[in-house]
């Protein structure tokens, strides 16, 4: 009886092992394939820089601190070091990230900056005004914070 216990569990922990590799195998896939799409992307994006990106938002009366904080640590949290990000690029298309993945993030960042996270209401009020997530929410959220 105990030999079986001891088999059905193994078997048991060897499956459930299994589906962990195989999950974490198609994630590292897509993020690879993920980088090798958005390489792939138009020219456009490869002639731009972090600096046009920060011009961008400077012309549009956002400090140019916000948008280099917001650039680098969106590249940090996409793992896209080499990956040239542009003003007007959907989260949710591009990188694959949905609006409720980045809420986390957010408090991360404001820790960042030894700021207090910003209430469930002031986050629902940006998004209300951008309809989703995207560089201009970012603006909004962060600017005042510097």
């Not at 820089?49 to 938002?57: A, H, L, M």
């Not at 700021?115 to 560089?135: G, Q, R, S, V």
């Amino acid at each position: 009886m105990a030999d079986r216990i001891l088999l059905a569990s193994s078997v048991l922990i060897i499956c459930l092992l299994s589906v962990v590799a195989i999950f974490f195998y198609f994630l590292l896939k897509g993020h690879r394939e993920w980088k090798q799409n958005i390489k792939k992307t138009p020219v456009d994006r490869q002639l731009r820089t972090k600096q046009y990106f920060v011009d961008y938002f400077s012309k549009k009366g956002y400090s140019a601190r916000t948008s280099e904080f917001i650039y680098d640590k969106t590249q940090i949290y996409l793992r896209a070091k080499g990956i040239i990000l542009l003003p007007h690029d959907d989260f949710i298309v591009l990188y694959e990230r949905q609006q409720d993945e980045w809420f986390y993030i957010f408090k991360k960042w404001f820790d960042a900056i030894g700021k207090n996270h910003p209430n469930e209401k002031t986050l629902n009020e940006l998004l209300l005004k951008h309809k989703k997530i995207n560089f201009e929410y970012l603006h909004d959220l962060f600017d005042k914070q510097f």
